[in-house]
Nanobody, 121 residues
Framework: QVQLVESGGGLVQAGGSLRLSCAVS????????MGWYRQTPGNQRELVAR???????NYADSVKGRFTISRDNAKNTVYLQMNSLKSEDTGVYYC???????????????WGQGTQVTVSS
């Protein structure tokens, strides 16, 4: 089984910073693309940022220049450094990962349980 465990959410004032972490554990051969998504009430889950196993990144336009995604392949962990936070960044942040559990096996997609980020103005 594969588990994604997020941490680092919380309450912060506008202009502040938070760092989210997500560790992938279980029976893993390789973790490919990892990413962060967020969801607000009444809205669809949207991509915030993602990073490939090789380190290529892409970001939602709304967070470019403020958020940085990184990963530690040895720890199967992805991070999201969020700076200059705005009230519109408030939401539940979900970790996502494409995981291959065995060599030559299929790649399956997994989600974390979500962590709340609240930015007060």
């Amino acid at each position: 089984q594969v588990q994604l465990v997020e941490s680092g959410g919380g309450l912060v004032q506008a202009g502040g910073s938070l760092r989210l972490s997500c560790a992938v554990s279980g029976s893993i051969f390789r973790v490919n693309t990892m990413g962060w998504y967020r969801q607000t009430p009444g809205n669809q889950r949207e991509l915030v940022a993602r990073i490939t196993i090789g380190g290529s990144t892409n970001y939602a336009d709304s967070v470019k220049g403020r958020f940085t995604i990184s990963r530690d392949n040895a720890k199967n962990t992805v991070y999201l450094q969020m700076n200059s936070l705005k009230s519109e960044d408030t939401g539940v942040y979900y970790c996502n990962a494409d995981v291959q559990t065995v060599r030559y096996g299929p790649v399956d997609n997994y989600w974390g349980q979500g962590t709340q980020v609240t930015v007060s103005s």
